[in-house]
């Protein structure tokens, strides 16, 4: 079966502690991207990675980090310096044409994320 | 900026009802708008797209409408079902990797 997983379904973080969270499609997309949905603000774009070893800063990157060395896989980490990471995450891979259909944005299941 | 809104944020009805939720966007040059399903503590379910050169998608008992001269897309639940209870999110691309959702709207549907 065609997906997203996201991996794990919650995590838990101490005060100074980076966590990673793991983010893999076998849809063959290029685009990748991590959103943050806290209850009533919607969701709000991390990074987005549109290519293998490249990606971008969303609307709020401060505190969080990327890395895109395969096409598959689009890992998060949450650092110290986020001093509020307590949300919902989730990831997001897109395909610019399936179909004719332009863009189109599949989601994973999504991590929950807690401060200890 | 492209701005999304969606009203109401909540909204409560009997079984059986047809019901229309909104999303309202205030820059008309989007390339799709997306409709998506969220169940409590989970991903988002991509529901209809509707491209800009179209009107209206419909799928079973959905239906959206694209009006991008106003600046509005509307999703209709024809016979609602205790089953569609989610939280329903809109979201318009106004650029290749551009995606700006609403807040959505929290649907329940009584039996």
């Known amino acids: 079966d065609g997906g997203i997983t996201q991996s794990p379904k919650y995590l838990f973080r101490k005060e100074g502690q980076n966590v990673t969270l793991s983010c893999e499609q076998n849809l063959n997309h290029d685009a990748m991207y991590w959103y943050r949905q806290d209850p009533g603000q919607g969701l709000r774009l991390i990074y987005y990675s549109q290519i293998v070893n490249d990606f971008q800063k969303g609307d709020i990157a401060e505190g969080y980090s990327v890395s895109r060395e395969k096409k598959e896989s689009f890992p998060l980490t949450v650092t110290s310096a986020q001093k509020n990471p307590t949300a919902f995450y989730l990831c997001?891979?897109?395909?610019?044409?399936?179909?004719?259909?332009?863009?189109?944005?599949?989601f994973g299941a999504g991590t929950r994320l807690s401060v200890l | 900026k492209q701005e999304v809104t969606q009203i109401p944020a909540a909204l409560s009805v009997p079984e059986g009802e047809n019901l229309v939720l909104n999303c309202s966007f205030t820059d008309s040059a989007i390339y799709n708008l997306q409709w998506f399903r969220q169940d409590p503590g989970k991903g988002l379910t991509s529901l209809l797209l509707i491209q800009s050169s179209q009107r209206e998608q419909t799928s079973g008992r959905l239906n959206a409408s694209l009006d991008k001269s106003s600046g509005r897309s509307t999703l209709y639940i024809a016979a609602s079902q205790p089953g569609d209870s989610a939280t329903y999110l809109c979201?318009?691309?106004?650029?290749?990797?551009?995606?700006?959702f609403g807040t959505g709207t929290r649907l329940k549907v009584l039996a």
């Open positions: 979201a318009a691309t106004s650029g290749t990797y551009k995606y700006i």
């Open positions: 997001a891979s897109s395909i610019e044409k399936q179909g004719g259909v332009r863009n189109i944005q599949y």
